[in-house]
Structures are given as structure tokens and as C-alpha cells.
């Protein structure tokens, strides 16, 4: 990295949001890096594919083709900077939808050839791991619990809609996959919980709020649904929430409030549920799945005998398990160290923050003609990111 990288354009288009951010760097070419959060716009994509229950991939794509070019010129716009300013461009590259991962990727590569800068190809997982070294102007712009970003080396838990994964992070390019889950992710298992109770898409947050009503109400002797809690005994880095995903089916099925019918659309098959009920079985659904990751995140820690744990990703938002997790680094004498809640769903400023760890570690640089989208990239594949410069060419 040169000092002339201070400022770095990240763009991500992996599943349901059109991301770009412009990330300042206090300290290019030194480590860690010490990145500052100048724009950090999302264009969400709820209103599209509430009605379906989850994403549409091809209604996705299309609407990446709409919003990339506003949502970049809304980051640089917001920056104060153009896009001669700009460094380098680092970019989600995978995993992810295709079709999505593809608008992205070649806005970055018309971008980098164009000013002949190098370009980053950033795993989507290593974006949420290092979205705790993220800076801001504000406290709620910082790394959470631990006030501060994690040490290396330290255990990672993401959780979102498509992974839960564990990773010991040695640093930048070299996460060790330690193990995830089976089925569900758990966010994916939030969604069709919420789907399944007629809540909704995204259900996360909605389940969040029943959850906390739950607890607000609550009446002596009353008690959140019973659901049962998938520890899988000797698989200490897996999980699995199909099982508490069907417990909750099942639970409705039973009491004539989700109607098995192939003629009604997924999202007309709930039945009606009052809002005692709705909030007894969110609350039960959530103290379930947030036990789990607790316990798991607390036994990775001690089996691989690390002091600093963090957590990111879309579900690391939630409340009760962020006040859960405190509780449990406190007691287990473990630091914890979340992002802001900004930072947790997909970004593009963790793009970027990645990217600038990628430059400043060093790494491939092939022709980035060649780089490509990878739906299925493995994290702990060798390197974790690519970085690529343009053949005989240097910016002018």
C-alpha cells in the first residue's frame, strides 16, 4: 500500500442491498489499519422481496442494475470526494448470489481500470470479521463491548442469513474455518420462523421486538414457549437450527394456525395467531437460538483457548444476544468485542476496511480482467481476498 491509498471505495452487492462506502485510512501501509467511515450508503431491498418471504435472486440483480450508479455517487457525493480521489476499490466478490455479485464487480473493475488503481476482491465473511476495526465520528460508529477492535489472535462467530461459521483469526488472510452450521443459518432460521408466524420479511428484527414485548408483559407464572436447544454434543464448532425451525412449525401446525396448502402462496399460509401468543413463541424461538450461540461461542473460546471473542454479522444486531454474550464474557472472564449495530447488516464500509487489510498485508496481483465473482468462496481458502492491478498501467 502507498500513500497515495489513503482513500478506498468499497462496493457491495452479494445478496439484497446496493453498498458503497468511502473509508479514510489515518494510517496507509501501516498495521493494523485505522480506517475512518466517510460514506456508508445502502439501498435496501425489503420493499422488493417482503411479499415473497426472502429474496428473489433475479428481482435482486435487476435492482442492483438500477441503484449501483446512485448509490456510488450518493458515497462519493457524501465523502466530499470524486472519484479521482479515490485509491483503490475493494469489492464483495463472494459468496453470494451470482447475479448479484456480478453488477458490483464490474462497476469495481470499470472504476479501477479506468484510474488504473488497484482492486480488491474481498470475501463477504472476511467484511463482517473485520468490520470491528471500523471508525467513526460518533460512539455508536465504534467497536462495541470491548471498546476497541479484537486482538489477534482471536475467535470470530458470523452470524447472518446465510452463515454461521466459526473462524480463529490469525490475521488478515489467515482465518482458520473451525467449523458452522449443518443446515439453517441462523438468520435464514429468524426468516422462516417470521415467515412461518406471518411476521414478515426481514423477521429478525420483528422476532427481536416480540421478544423484548414478551419480556415487558410478562406475568407471573408465564413463560415463553418450550423449544428445544440443538447443542449437537461433540461437534463443538457446528450448529444446526432446522430442528428448532420444524419445532416451530410444528407448534403451529398443531394449533391450526399455519395451513398446509400447495395452493396458497408461502407467505397466506399463516393463520391467525393473537399477540400473546405471537410474542410467547417469539420469545421462545429467540431465548432457544441465542442460548445456543451463547454456549457454542463460550466452549470455541475455551477449546481453543483465546481471551477475545467477536461476533458480527446481520444477527449480531440483536439485542438479546448482544446483552447475552456481555453476560457471558463477563462471567467466563473472555473480552467481547461486537460492531456497531450500522455495521452488522451488509455494508460496504466493511468492503472496504477489509480491502485496506488485504493492501496493507500484501498478497497476489494478477490481471483483474481475470478476477471473478465466486458464489461459493471459501473463507479459509488461501489469501481470503485478491488483489489485482491493472497490467502496465499506473495511475497518472
Known amino acids: 500500500m502507498t500513500g497515495g491509498q489513503r482513500l478506498i471505495l468499497g462496493i457491495e452487492t452479494s445478496c439484497d442491498e446496493t453498498a458503497a462506502s468511502v473509508v479514510f485510512l489515518e494510517n496507509p501501509g501501516e498495521f493494523p489499519v485505522s480506517p475512518r467511515v466517510l460514506s456508508d450508503v445502502v439501498a435496501s431491498q425489503y420493499d422488493l422481496h417482503g411479499r415473497f418471504g426472502g429474496v428473489v435472486p433475479e428481482l435482486a440483480s435487476r435492482r442492483h442494475v438500477e441503484m449501483i450508479e446512485p448509490v456510488l455517487r450518493a458515497a ?30 464490474s462497476a469495481a473493475k470499470a472504476i479501477a481500470w479506468s484510474r488504473g488503481i488497484p482492486l480488491v476482491g474481498v ?8 468490520s470491528l476495526f471500523l471508525g467513526g465520528s460518533g460512539p455508536e460508529e465504534t467497536s462495541g ?42 438468520g435464514e432460521a429468524y426468516d422462516k420462523v417470521a415467515a412461518s408466524m406471518g411476521l414478515g420479511y426481514p423477521g429478525g428484527p420483528r422476532v427481536d421486538e416480540l421478544h423484548a414485548a414478551f419480556r415487558a408483559s410478562v406475568r407471573p407464572g408465564e413463560e415463553p414457549v418450550s423449544l428445544p436447544r440443538p447443542y449437537l454434543e461433540g461437534k463443538p464448532y457446528n450448529f444446526s437450527f432446522s430442528g428448532l425451525k420444524t419445532a416451530v412449525l410444528s407448534y403451529l401446525r398443531e394449533r391450526g ?9 408461502p407467505w397466506a399460509r399463516p393463520g391467525g395467531m393473537d399477540a400473546g401468543e405471537a410474542r410467547a413463541l417469539a420469545a421462545g424461538f429467540q431465548e432457544a437460538a441465542v442460548e445456543v450461540l451463547v454456549e457454542k461461542a463460550d466452549r470455541a473460546a475455551r ?13 449480531a444486531s440483536n ?14 472472564g473472555w473480552a467481547l468485542h461486537l460492531p456497531a449495530r450500522r455495521y452488522c447488516t451488509d455494508n460496504a464500509a466493511m468492503i472496504a476496511c477489509a480491502g485496506a487489510f488485504a493492501l496493507v498485508s500484501g498478497g497476489e496481483a494478477p490481471d483483474y480482467l481475470a478476477l471473478d465473482a465466486d458464489p461459493a468462496w471459501e473463507l479459509d481458502s488461501p489469501g481470503g481476498v485478491s488483489v489485482a492491478r491493472k497490467k502496465g498501467r499506473r495511475r497518472g
Open 76 to 105: 462519493l457525493e457524501d465523502a466530499g470526494v470524486s472519484l479521482g480521489d479515490i485509491g483503490a476499490v475493494a469489492v464483495t466478490r463472494g459468496p453470494g448470489l451470482v447475479i448479484a455479485l456480478l453488477v458490483g464487480l
Open 303 to 315: 477449546a481453543q483457548r483465546l481471551r477475545a471473542v467477536s461476533v458480527s454479522g446481520g444477527v
Open 257 to 265: 394456525l399455519y395451513r398446509d396448502d400447495p395452493s396458497l402462496a
Open 145 to 186: 463491548a470491548a471498546g476497541g477492535p479484537p486482538p489477534f489472535p482471536h475467535l470470530a462467530l458470523v452470524v447472518s442469513g446465510g452463515h454461521t461459521d466459526f473462524y480463529r483469526v490469525e490475521g488478515p488472510g489467515r482465518e482458520v474455518h473451525l467449523g458452522g452450521t449443518l443446515d439453517d443459518a441462523v
Open 319 to 332: 439485542s438479546h444476544l448482544r446483552d447475552s454474550l456481555a453476560r457471558r464474557a463477563q462471567a467466563s
Open 123 to 130: 470475501h463477504h465473511l472476511a467484511g463482517h470479521i473485520y
